[in-house]
């Protein structure tokens, strides 16, 4: 039984554009969350957090929002670039768990010029 | 070097043969972790280091998985009598203080150890 789920497989955005990944979660202790990129061959790359007394954090082109209520979260990129295609995983945590973070099956992202 | 290394990078293992998957994580990182990635799928946690103290191996699939960080730095995941739903990328992770938290590092990936059992 997935406690995080991202529900859509692939997104295809236009440069310049906005892209906005989804992430749903079912535990209600989990209490930080994580957006991981990860591109071919390479190990998953940390990108942006949020702890959950948050609702927003920003971090350049990236902001991640949390709706704790609707166990939601998400990620936008503004303005989407080339580069930035790749395969995003939503993790979280909950205190004391000592770093066991529980992934997402990802999203892949594709951005075209 | 300044990131986690794990080799070998790919490994081809005929079921049944015994497994090790080394990693070196970043200097000086007091937290490691092993997790397995089936293909098409998240990582999925399987076991963390505090130095060289095992602290939770609860995601560890069998009896036939063990890992061990003898000197809190360098890590080494064996798997015993390889089956065929052992085949993954195996993905190891550091940070610089215990847990995941607002004022914590988050885990850094090394590039896995693709393992495929034929």
């Known amino acids: 039984d997935q406690q995080v789920k991202q529900n859509s497989p692939s997104l295809s955005v236009q440069e310049g554009r906005i892209s906005i990944l989804n992430c749903d979660y079912t535990?209600?202790?989990?209490?930080?969350f994580l957006w991981y990129k990860k591109y071919p061959a390479e190990g998953p790359t940390f990108l942006i957090s949020i702890s959950s007394i948050k609702d927003k954090n920003e971090d350049g082109r990236f902001t991640v929002f949390l709706n704790k209520s609707a166990k939601h979260l998400s990620l936008h990129i503004v303005p989407s670039q080339p580069g930035d295609s790749a395969v995003y995983f939503c993790?979280?945590?909950?205190?004391?768990?000592?770093?066991?973070?529980?992934f997402g099956k990802g999203t892949k992202l594709s951005v075209k010029p | 070097g300044a990131g986690v290394s794990q080799s070998p990078r790919y490994k081809v293992a005929k079921r049944g043969q015994d497994v090790a998957l080394r990693c070196d994580p970043i200097s000086g990182h007091v937290s490691l972790f092993w997790y397995q990635q089936a293909l098409g799928q998240g990582p999925e946690f399987l076991t963390y280091?505090?130095?060289?103290?095992?602290?939770?191996k609860s995601g560890l699939p069998s009896d036939r998985f063990f890992a061990e960080r003898p000197e809190g730095s360098v890590s080494t995941l064996k798997i015993q009598r390889t089956q065929q739903e052992d085949s993954a990328v195996y993905l190891c992770a550091s940070s610089t203080l215990p847990g995941q938290g607002p004022y914590n590092s988050p885990l850094h990936f090394g590039n896995g150890t693709r393992l495929t059992v034929t």
């Open positions: 535990n209600s202790m989990f209490d930080y």
């Open positions: 993790a979280a945590s909950r205190e004391g768990s000592q770093g066991n973070l529980i």
């Open positions: 280091f505090q130095n060289e103290a095992q602290l939770d």
